[in-house]
């Protein structure tokens, strides 16, 4: 991962978690993979943002 990634990260949970500030954990997932960030800096990055994950079935978050 590069710093470069970080700026877009953020765009996109942004975008994604909408005006509630939730993220369902499958999407996080998604959005690590399509990003390909590891999915321990999303949940760094969410934490930092104030983003609920949601719906987490693996204990991940």
């Given at each position: 991962?590069?710093?470069?990634?970080?700026?877009?990260?953020?765009?996109?949970?942004?975008?994604?978690?909408?005006?509630?500030?939730?993220?369902?954990?499958?999407e996080a997932f998604r959005i690590a993979a399509d990003l390909e960030v590891p999915i321990a800096e999303v949940g760094r990055v969410c934490s930092e943002l104030d983003i609920k994950i949601v719906a987490c079935q693996l204990g991940c978050f």
């Open positions: 991962m590069t710093s470069g990634n970080i700026p877009r990260l953020i765009e996109v949970l942004r975008k994604r978690a909408g005006e509630d500030n939730r993220l369902a954990c499958g």
